[in-house]
């Protein structure tokens, strides 16, 4: 059973804060890593992907990577009001042709003006 | 470019009876997924297609879900009879290449279900 796990929160940060979003998952096949927006009544949007260990910075957002922990973190600088939402942690692994998606539970992410 | 289209967005239904839900994606777009998402979980994989054949549907219900891809384009999904937990929003995305891979996925708006 593949699985994806991350804290379901809410984690409540002030503007301008840095927000650490963390993520586990369970198959050492994993090849690829996302990090999913999603508000409210909204389907999700992708911020992020990851392919190899370290980081990779885009913006206000850094992800983090660690194959040998199994371990995602996504890093939310000069957090916004706008960046509260839920932020999904998806893990891809290929076979057979193709790859396929799990996505975690969820993180809530509330930032407090 | 338009994005991922479902419809409806919304449907109100009593448990036994049947619905279905519409998608078409992203032009061109060679995978199509079908996700369930529950209140409060994330997005779960129902169904992959790769062109109009299916590469994975292990988490399908089979016994009362289906899904077909006519063409390669639009396709749908229909739950035949409802159950109380099939109230879910179901997430259509596309992503361009055969076999996803490191692509991005695009989804649609969702379908808002609601079985009494």
């Known amino acids: 059973q593949k699985e994806v796990e991350q804290n379901s929160g809410p984690l409540s940060v002030p503007e301008g804060a840095i927000a650490s979003l963390n993520c586990t998952y369970s198959?050492?096949?994993?090849?690829?890593f996302f990090w999913y927006r999603q508000y409210s009544g909204k389907s999700p949007e992708l911020i992020m992907s990851i392919y190899s260990n370290g980081d990779k910075e885009d913006g206000r957002f850094t992800a983090q990577l660690n194959k040998a922990s199994q371990y995602v973190s996504l890093l939310i600088r000069d957090s916004q009001p706008s960046d509260s939402a839920t932020y999904l942690c998806a893990v891809n692994r290929a076979s057979s042709g193709y790859s396929t998606l799990t996505f975690g539970k969820g993180t809530m992410l509330l930032v407090s003006p | 470019e338009a994005g991922v289209a479902q419809s409806p967005r919304y449907k109100i239904i009593e448990k036994r009876q049947s619905v279905a839900f519409w998608c078409n994606p992203i032009s061109g777009h060679a995978t199509l997924y079908w996700y369930q998402q529950i209140l409060g979980q994330g997005p779960k994989l129902l169904i992959q297609?790769?062109?109009?054949?299916?590469?994975?549907d292990s988490q399908l219900p089979k016994d009362r879900f289906s899904a077909e891809r006519l063409k390669g384009v639009d396709s749908t999904l229909k739950i035949q009879p409802a159950k109380l937990e099939d109230s879910a929003v179901y997430l259509c995305a596309s992503s361009p290449r055969p076999g996803g891979g490191t692509d991005t996925q695009y989804f649609g708006p969702g379908t808002r279900l609601t079985v009494l």
């Open positions: 297609f790769q062109n109009n054949g299916v590469v994975d």
């Open positions: 198959d050492r096949g994993s090849q690829s």
